[in-house]
């Protein structure tokens, strides 16, 4: 017996050492993050040596490479459907949306080596889906110059993408082949945790790991308590034991402790705020650039395991508590559009910083402030991480959107919602939205001049839809992606981005030689119209000595005025 566990043990060295890989972090003691063509061989090798990892390829990306995705599962089954029927937690991490935080991308392949050596015991109930660069043109895009606030490693990724696009900010319009893939990756995992991993570029202190969780509110009531009070504190548990301090993400101007800090915020444009509509639980771990990279890598992989960790112990009351959610969200008949933080409820947090200074600048010849690490401390703050729901929208009981906007249309099938086309022309009484006002950016922000401050009126009565028209019931579990993306006072919908700006030009006009002869025709028929010219006249002096100005008021009150302008195209069936 002692002789065949002795051979065992041999055979099990031997297998270890033939698929234990050293990668070029490890090499450099470090210093060093993998190129592409490294992180590809890598997962690849792993693929040939273990029975547990499974690399596919899904999609395409602006660079014109396929999107990797490693899948890693116990007992050999790669297919989400027999994984979701195993009740398994799915667990995607994605790494390298910006490249030159290349932390996640070198922690990954450290956790699957020593997965399929077995350092790491993978729990049996939860499964792994790791893209290892999502940003593939930007890790292409290797320099030692653009982050330029970061300690290493010795060269790097660049954060734009082959289109110069930010890719964390491209989850809702997805401009990119990168968001489109993800999509696709997404709703077929349908994952109940996601971890996005990135490096924070801001203040100074002393800790390592800092994390972004998904807003709690905006997540069903289902889930986000739950999260709040029992999840989430466990994870920091976790790496406090294996001696990370993690706070949650900095994100103040922290010269006046007494205003506390003000939880993420974190709108669908974002990987989290994007997740978050379908009740996936999302992190973002964003490790301070400041400290060594080995530490941060170091740091990231501690907090990914700590995450399976955690999922283990809690597998059954997170996948029960996902399926009542989804349940939830198809019932739930009101949505908030836009959250604020609640000033009277806040916790606490440990805050270990340094103390602010300033001396003189040799750069500017000025003063310049800095952190003083002789003076470090530690302060409890307080943590505002209530939020409630303004702008509330009641659910249509469908939305209907002709086929001409087929870029709207595009996405929406993109993120599985189910659409039906009329089979002929048909009326229908609809409410339709008529836009009263807008602002715009007035310099480009990811490829577009995003519309904001938008108000609205709102009106009802037949319209007329075409064959091929498509009409959307809200019973489906993207009801609250629907309400974000086609309400058009949505921050980050598709009305925000652009996609409606055709409703915005006038396409008819007139001669006012022509018109004041129609013009004359309308007043005399129109008793009503000729109160409110003389109305207008009388309280507006501007308006009544202004012949141009009387004539356009009397066109855009009239028949004769194009009813699309200014006429949101997205119908709501109440």
């Not at 116990?74 to 195993?86: A, I, L, R, T």
């Not at 974002?270 to 639980?281: A, C, D, E, P, V």
């Not at 002789?374 to 505002?384: A, G, M, R």
């Amino acid at each position: 017996m002692k002789k065949r566990m002795s051979l065992f043990l041999i055979i099990q060295s031997m297998f270890f050492l033939s698929i234990a890989q050293v990668s070029s972090f490890e090499k450099s003691n470090g210093k060093e993050t993998a190129t592409y063509g490294e992180i590809v061989s890598w997962y690849r090798l792993l693929d040939k040596k273990s029975a547990k990892i499974k690399v596919t390829e899904v999609g395409s990306t602006d660079a014109g490479y396929p999107l990797q995705l490693v899948l890693v599962s116990n007992d050999g089954k790669f297919n989400p459907s027999v994984w979701h029927e195993q009740n398994k937690v799915i667990v995607l991490i994605n790494n390298g949306i910006h490249p030159g935080e290349p932390d996640g991308i070198d922690a990954s392949m450290l956790l699957l080596r020593d997965i399929a050596i077995g350092k790491i015991a993978m729990p049996k109930n939860v499964v792994l889906a790791i893209i290892p660069v999502y940003n593939i043109g930007g890790c292409l895009n290797r320099n030692n110059t653009s982050r330029v606030n970061q300690n290493g490693p010795s060269s790097f990724g660049f954060r734009g993408n082959s289109q110069n696009l930010d890719l964390n900010r491209d989850f809702t319009k997805c401009d990119s082949r990168e968001a489109k893939t993800f999509a696709t990756i997404f709703h077929s995992l349908q994952p109940t945790i996601f971890i996005d991993n990135h490096v924070s570029d801001g203040a100074d202190y002393q800790h390592t790991m800092t994390l972004i969780t998904t807003q709690y509110n905006k997540l069903s009531p289902v889930i986000g308590p739950w999260l709040r009070d029992f999840f989430e504190p466990a994870i920091y548990d976790n790496m406090k034991n294996k001696g990370w301090d993690m706070i949650p993400y900095v994100d103040f101007e922290y010269s006046d402790f007494n205003k506390g800090m003000t939880m993420f915020y974190d709108p669908p444009r974002y990987s989290s705020g994007y997740t978050s509509l379908f009740n996936t639980i999302s992190f973002v771990p964003e490790t301070h650039m400041l400290k060594p990279y080995a530490q941060r890598v170091k740091s990231t992989y501690d907090l990914m395991i700590g995450i399976i960790d955690e999922a283990n112990k809690h597998a059954t009351t997170l996948i029960q508590k996902r399926k009542e959610a989804d349940m939830a969200s198809i019932t739930q008949e009101k949505f908030p559009l836009k959250w604020e933080p609640i000033d009277s409820s806040n916790s606490t947090i440990l805050f270990q910083g340094y103390e602010k200074d300033s001396t003189h600048s040799e750069a500017t010849g000025l003063t310049k402030m800095y952190f003083d690490h002789s003076k470090p401390f530690t302060k409890k703050i307080k943590y505002f991480n209530h939020y409630r729901g303004v702008e509330i929208i009641q659910k249509p009981k469908a939305y209907i959107i002709p086929s001409g906007w087929e870029e709207v249309i595009a996405r929406l099938k993109m993120n599985q919602v189910t659409l039906h086309q009329f089979t002929c022309d048909t009326n229908i009484l609809v409410t339709q939205y008529h836009v009263d006002d807008y602002k715009s950016l007035p310099k480009a922000y990811e490829k577009h001049h995003k519309n904001y401050g938008v108000k609205v009126s709102v009106s009802s009565g037949y319209h007329h839809f075409l064959k091929g028209d498509y009409i959307i019931y809200l019973n489906q579990l993207s009801d609250r992606y629907l309400i974000e993306m086609l309400e058009p006072t949505g921050d980050d919908g598709f009305f925000a981005w652009n996609f409606f700006d055709g409703i915005l030009q006038q396409k008819e006009g007139y001669s006012d030689y022509r018109w004041e002869d129609l013009a004359a025709e309308v007043l005399k028929t129109d008793s009503s119209l000729r109160e409110k010219i003389e109305q207008k006249k009388a309280t507006e002096p501007g308006f009544a000595g202004d012949s141009e100005k009387i004539l356009d008021f009397i066109y855009r009150n009239s028949t004769y005025y194009e009813k699309s302008h200014m006429t949101y195209p997205v119908f709501r069936m109440e």
